[in-house]
T-cell receptor, first 113, second 113 residues
């Protein structure tokens, strides 16, 4: 079955440490997205990519980095510069054509030790 | 600034009744609006998309309306069931230049048996 796989489900980070969240899709979608969700809040866009080897900052990109070397993969690195990284991170993909629905993974919950 | 508002208070209704959720937006005229369902600890799942030139869209027990004059969308679930209990998010293309959705904070629906 086609879908989006995020791993790990839970992740713990020590102070000053970078961590990378994995996102893989087999839907043949051109566009991929990373969101952050805090308790009781909506999804906030971190980064998005419309095509391989290209990506743009979203609303809260500071302290995060991404790469898009393959169509299927869009990993997110939470750097030590992100001072409040504890959150639920969601990856999504869609056809690059505008107004298409987004397909989401089941998220990674990141916590600080 | 552009803003999406959904009722942050949970909506509690009795099984069999119609649930109506509201999504209001300001300072923008989106070309389309989407509704998603999110269960605890899971990623959102796409439900319906409605375009600016469509007044109403239906899918099984779901109905969405889109009033571009009031800048409002209503999401209805008829003959509600306990299994419909979840958080419902609306999303709009608030910035056509970046082809990414902006999500509301969601409304939690609780259907009592």
């Amino acid at each position: 079955d086609g879908g989006i796989t995020q791993s790990p489900k839970y992740l713990f980070r020590k102070e000053g440490q970078n961590v990378t969240l994995s996102c893989e899709q087999n839907l043949n979608h051109d566009a991929m997205y990373w969101y952050r969700q805090d308790p009781g809040q909506g999804l906030r866009l971190i980064y998005y990519s419309q095509i391989v080897n290209d990506f743009q900052k979203g609303d809260i990109a500071e302290g995060y980095s991404v790469s898009r070397e393959k169509k299927e993969s869009f990993p997110l690195t939470v750097t030590s510069a992100q001072k409040n990284p504890t959150a639920f991170y969601l990856c999504a993909s869609s056809s690059a054509v505008s107004n298409q629905p987004q397909h989401f993974g089941d998220g990674t919950r990141l916590s600080i030790l | 600034s552009q803003k999406i508002e959904q009722n942050s208070e949970a909506l509690n209704i009795q099984e069999g009744k119609t649930a109506t959720l509201t999504c209001n937006y300001t300072n923008y005229s989106p070309a389309y609006l989407q509704w998603y369902r999110q269960d605890p600890g899971r990623g959102p799942v796409f439900l319906l998309l409605i375009r600016e030139n469509e007044k109403e869209k239906r899918k099984e027990r779901l109905k969405v309306t889109f009033d571009t004059t009031l800048k409002q969308s209503l999401f209805h679930i008829t003959a509600s069931q306990p299994a419909d209990s979840a958080t419902y998010l609306c999303a709009l293309d608030m910035d056509m230049g970046r082809r990414a959705l902006t999500f509301g904070s969601g409304t939690r629906l609780q259907v009592q048996p």
